[in-house]
């Protein structure tokens, strides 16, 4: 170390999940996902929380990054939000959730496809995007993660909607997708 500079901090790695649909089971309509916004509704999925463990065991940070468009349309109370991001922090192995509240229309660079939750959480985590990934089940989430500088897991459910472009690995499962990460340490 060079006399009178600050000691370099390690980076960390990280794994950015996306909440519906990978995390908790989303609610298909027309073949589409939707947020659930009932607590009645909330499930996670199974295997994920220990997928989390394995992912936290192999030395990675666990931070959901969620667009949630129903507060700001009314759909979805911020009461109940609430209470289902405590019910993840109490039953996962994660260490931050971040959330979206916005539309498309209003423009802001948190809302993925923009990187800006990502982008918020590694600067507060000191973490290293290029050793690090997103998983999420629909486009925004791998554009994010692209835009972050993430590689990214697509967990394909077969929607009807937009497909994420290149690159990306595919999986049926955060389960699946997890036990490929740890597989390449």
């Known amino acids: 170390m060079i006399q009178g500079s600050a000691p370099e901090t390690a980076l960390r790695r990280a794994v950015f999940l996306d909440r519906d649909g990978v995390i908790n089971k989303s609610l298909i309509r ?3 996902p939707y947020a659930p916004t009932a607590l009645t509704d909330f499930e996670i999925l199974p295997g994920v929380a220990g997928a989390l463990l394995k992912l936290r065991r192999a030395g990675y940070l666990n931070i959901v990054v969620t667009n949630q468009p129903d507060i700001k349309t009314g759909k979805q109370s911020p009461e109940i939000l609430q209470l289902m991001h405590e019910r993840l922090a109490k ?5 931050d959730i971040q959330c979206c509240p916005h539309t498309d229309e209003d423009k802001c660079t948190c809302r993925k496809p923009h990187p800006g939750m990502l982008l918020d959480a590694t600067e507060r985590l000191q973490i290293d995007l290029s050793a690090s990934w997103m998983i999420g089940d629909r486009w925004s989430d791998i554009a994010a993660g692209q835009a972050a500088g993430c590689r990214c ?11 994420p472009e290149p690159p990306f690995s595919r999986a049926a499962s955060l389960p699946e997708a997890v036990d490929e990460i740890v597989g390449m340490i």
């Open 30 to 32: 027309n073949g589409r």
């Open 91 to 95: 039953e996962l192995a994660l260490d």
């Open 153 to 163: 897991f697509f967990i394909d459910h077969g929607y009807v909607e937009r497909q």
